[in-house]
C-alpha cells in the first residue's frame, strides 16, 4: 500500500531559525512526484515545493529546499530563515498518477 | 480574481438532510477534484473528474454523488448526512490529469452535522 508518514505532529522553531520537517513515503513505483503544501489558518492550501523523483537535484524555492533520499524515500522540508507567517499545519504528499496522498500533517510554531 | 471557489463556506445541517457544495474554477483546466479533511486535519481524495468525466472514486459512500454539469464546475450532492459527514470539503483543479500538473485549492467548505 501506498502511504505517506510525517512523524512529527507538532514542532517548533524560533523565529529566524531553520526547521527541518520530516515526511517518508512507501512505494514500488520509480516515477512519481512529491508535493509539500502549506496550510495557515485561513484553511487555504497552499503549495510550497515540489520534486519529481527523476530528478537528483534537490528542489529549492526561496527559503524553501527539500532533502530528497529516493532510495530511502525520504523527503523532507527545511525552512531557513523562519518568519511567523510560516505558522501553519504542512502536508507532505506523494502523487505516483491522478490520484495523490497526504500525510497526517506536521503543525509548525513559530516562536517570537 | 479567485481562481478557486466554492459555496458556501460554512455550512451547518441537520442529519439526515441533503445538501450540495459548489465549487467553480476560472483556470481553464480540464481536471477537478474532491477531497475531505476531517477533524483530525486529514486529507483525502474523494473524486477527480478530467474534461465533465468521473476519472477517481475513491471508496466514498454513495450518499455522495459529485455532479459537473461543464468543465468549470464540480459540485458536490450528499444525502443523508451524518454526524461522521463533518468536515471541511475542498475543491481543487488542475490543467490536466497526471501528477505532474499542480492543483490549485479552492477555500474549503466547512460542513457541520448536528
Known amino acids: 500500500a501506498q502511504t505517506v508518514t510525517q512523524s512529527q505532529p507538532e514542532m517548533s522553531v524560533q523565529e529566524a531559525e531553520t526547521v527541518t520537517l520530516s515526511c517518508t513515503y512507501d512505494?514500488?513505483?520509480?516515477?512519481?512526484?512529491l508535493f509539500w503544501y502549506k496550510q495557515p489558518p485561513s484553511r487555504q492550501m497552499i503549495l510550497v515545493i515540489r520534486q519529481e523523483a527523476y530528478k537528483q537535484q534537490n528542489a529549492t524555492e526561496n527559503r524553501f529546499s527539500v532533502n530528497f533520499q529516493k532510495a530511502a524515500k525520504s523527503f523532507s522540508l527545511k525552512i531557513s530563515d523562519s518568519q511567523l507567517g510560516d505558522a501553519a499545519m504542512y502536508f507532505c504528499?506523494?502523487?505516483?498518477?491522478?490520484?495523490?496522498?497526504f500525510g497526517k500533517g506536521t503543525r509548525l510554531h513559530i516562536l517570537p | 480574481d479567485t481562481a478557486v471557489s466554492q459555496t458556501p463556506k460554512y455550512l451547518v445541517t441537520q442529519m439526515g438532510n441533503d445538501k450540495s457544495i459548489k465549487c467553480e474554477q476560472n483556470l481553464g483546466h480540464d481536471t477537478m477534484y474532491w477531497y475531505k479533511q476531517d477533524s483530525k486535519k486529514f486529507l483525502k481524495i474523494m473524486f477527480s473528474?478530467?474534461?465533465?468525466?468521473?476519472?477517481i472514486n475513491e471508496t466514498v459512500p454513495n450518499r455522495f454523488s459529485p455532479k459537473s454539469p461543464d468543465k468549470a464546475h464540480l459540485n458536490l450532492h450528499i444525502n443523508s448526512l451524518e454526524l461522521g459527514d463533518s468536515a471541511v470539503y475542498f475543491c481543487?483543479?488542475?490543467?490536466?490529469?497526471?501528477?505532474?500538473?499542480?492543483?490549485?485549492f479552492g477555500p474549503g467548505t466547512r460542513l457541520t452535522v448536528l
Open positions: 512505494t514500488s513505483e520509480s516515477d512519481y512526484y
Open positions: 504528499a506523494y502523487r505516483p498518477d491522478d490520484k495523490i496522498i
Open positions: 473528474y478530467n474534461n465533465k468525466e468521473l476519472i
Open positions: 481543487a483543479s488542475s490543467q490536466g490529469q497526471g501528477p505532474y500538473n499542480e492543483q490549485f
